[in-house]
């Protein structure tokens, strides 16, 4: 059995940090996001290859997995020549595929029961099963009505407020079968959320949902990888280095430099590289990437810095999200949930 991750999309709501970086590797932690999707693949023993779709710079995203080895599962990269849309990436990367296949939506982090949702797959024979989640507002995903035998009975995307008749929304995880996807056309982009699944209804196939009620969220906006990252601290979700580590102490590398006189409070993480010299004070919610320098005396509380980034001597930074290579000046005062783009300068003094 194959499985497809789209990763193709431009993340264009988590710009500036998806300029450099697609949103399928954006870090979560230490980690490029897909990481943890290909974690949740691994628990499914069916499945022997995991296709990458890629569309929007997709080197980048190979230069993090390269070959594949050092993720545990056979890798392959299928790059579109222009973006096809959902159901034309998932028919793209699908060629030659005759089984059963699993899709993602490259950016939803979730502990769904995968081999759960595939024998509900086998036991309704069905042409496609989607994963449902419960949300309080519905219009940023897409709708989807199930009737009481869990056949799914209607499927809107991005309703309007007016529009909402339940709270289950697509999760953006799917088993399908390629025997359906010769009426999605190639060459052009075609939506497998507005074209494909109203097809399924139309045309009267087993098309059935599976709620499940576990963690997910779809990291594409600042707020959601915010909070994707809180969720980890509090327990929520045990992926990654909380696994293992207990997020109620503070997490750091044992590659990291801590000085004395630090004041480190938890939940925190610092990774591998990172220096912190003495008198800072890394506040609850704080995320340090890669080789992150915090200078003396500097104070950060709820904020993710990305790998290479320098946070000067004083500086008080509470709630901003700030990309790779920045350097932000000595008493510069960040006091907001702003999103900083790669190799920003803010000048010693600056205040946001
Ligand atoms: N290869 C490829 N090509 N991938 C694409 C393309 C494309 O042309 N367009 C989008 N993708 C990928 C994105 O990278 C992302 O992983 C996934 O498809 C979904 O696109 P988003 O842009 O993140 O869609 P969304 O979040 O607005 O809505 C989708 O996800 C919701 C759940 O998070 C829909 O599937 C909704 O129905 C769903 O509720
Ligand atoms: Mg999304």
Redesign the pocket.
């Known amino acids: 059995m194959k499985a497809i991750?789209?990763?193709?999309?431009?993340?264009?709501?988590l710009r500036p940090l998806t300029l450099h970086t697609?949103?399928?590797v954006v870090p979560i932690f230490d980690r490029a996001f897909l990481h943890y999707q290909i974690d949740l693949l691994k628990q499914v023993p069916e499945i022997d290859e995991v296709i990458l779709?890629?569309?929007?710079q997709p080197r980048r995203i190979e230069e993090v997995f390269g070959d594949g080895t050092g993720t545990g599962v056979r890798l392959r990269y299928v790059v579109?020549p222009a973006?096809?849309?959902?159901g034309?990436?998932i028919r793209?990367?699908a060629q030659g595929a005759t089984g059963t296949i699993v899709v993602?939506?490259?950016?939803?982090m979730t502990s769904v029961d995968v081999n759960a949702v595939v024998r509900l797959h086998r036991q309704r024979q069905a042409k496609a099963t989607i994963v449902l989640t419960p949300v309080d507002n519905?219009t940023?995903?897409?709708l989807v009505e199930t009737e009481a035998d869990g056949r799914v009975r209607r499927?809107l995307?991005?309703p309007n407020p007016d529009e909402i008749t339940c709270n289950t929304?697509?999760?953006?995880i799917y088993v399908l079968e390629p025997d359906t996807f010769d009426r999605i056309p190639k060459d052009v982009?075609y939506s497998?959320?507005r074209a494909y699944f109203p097809s399924l209804i139309e045309r009267q196939e087993m098309f059935v949902a599976y709620v499940d009620r576990g963690y997910w969220i779809?990291i594409?906006t600042p707020e959601k990888y915010v909070q994707v990252h809180r969720d980890m601290f509090d327990g929520k979700f045990a992926g990654g280095v909380f696994a293992t580590a207990d997020p109620g102490k503070p997490v750091v590398s044992p590659d990291a430099r801590i000085e004395d006189g630090v004041e480190l409070h938890a939940p925190c993480f610092i990774d591998a590289g990172a220096h912190v010299k003495s008198g800072a004070r890394i506040g609850p919610y704080t995320v340090l990437g890669r080789s992150v320098i915090v200078e003396e005396s500097a104070n950060l509380e709820d904020t993710i810095v990305w790998p290479n980034t320098r946070i000067g001597q004083s500086a008080i930074v509470h709630g901003p999200i700030i990309g790779r290579n920045c350097h932000i000046g000595r008493n510069a005062v960040m006091k907001s949930a702003s999103v900083i783009g790669d190799k920003t300068l803010l000048t010693d003094y600056t205040t946001l």
Not at 83 to 86: D, M, V, Y
């Open positions: 991750l789209l990763a193709g999309g431009k993340g264009t709501r697609p949103k399928p779709s890629l569309n929007y579109e973006p096809l849309g959902t034309g990436a793209y990367a993602f939506n490259g950016d939803v519905p940023a995903y897409g499927f995307e991005k929304i697509n999760a953006g982009s497998i959320e779809d594409g």
